[in-house]
């Protein structure tokens, strides 16, 4: 069965750095587009950054572009998400998304809690 599992989240100060670790389980990884998501108290889920299916391209929101990077590790089945200079507003519950790419339906993680505080 597909499974997501994310972790590296964490309470850190603003400017600090975090590392979210997604492990992929139930599926060939390289068939996924993957993705992270973050939603944040009384907010729509948002896309954070994307990767294909090999890696190479990326796409990022304009709010973490520059700090925030994406990568994936496809004989692991792991996906990565880089995070610098966090601020305040990075506060959220960030989610792990798979796409299949062949039927587009989508998986999902339960989320790790990432709060950028002082």
């Known amino acids: 069965q597909v499974q997501l599992v994310e972790s590296g989240g964490g309470l850190v100060q603003p400017g600090g750095s975090l590392s979210l670790s997604c492990a992929a389980s139930?599926?060939?990884?390289?068939?996924?587009?993957m993705r992270w998501y973050r939603q944040a108290p009384g907010k729509e889920r948002e896309l954070v950054a994307s990767?294909?299916?090999?890696?190479?391209?990326?796409n990022y929101a304009d709010s973490v572009k520059g700090r925030f990077t994406i990568s994936r590790d496809n004989a692991k089945n792991m996906v990565y998400l880089q995070m610098n200079s966090l601020q305040p507003e990075d506060t959220a519950v960030y989610y792990c998304?798979?796409?299949?790419?062949?039927?587009?339906?989508?998986?999902w993680g339960q989320g790790t809690q990432v709060t950028v505080s002082s």
């Open positions: 139930g599926f060939t990884s390289s068939n996924y587009f």
């Open positions: 990767i294909l299916r090999f890696g190479g391209v990326r």
């Open positions: 998304n798979a796409e299949n790419t062949v039927s587009n339906v989508r998986y």
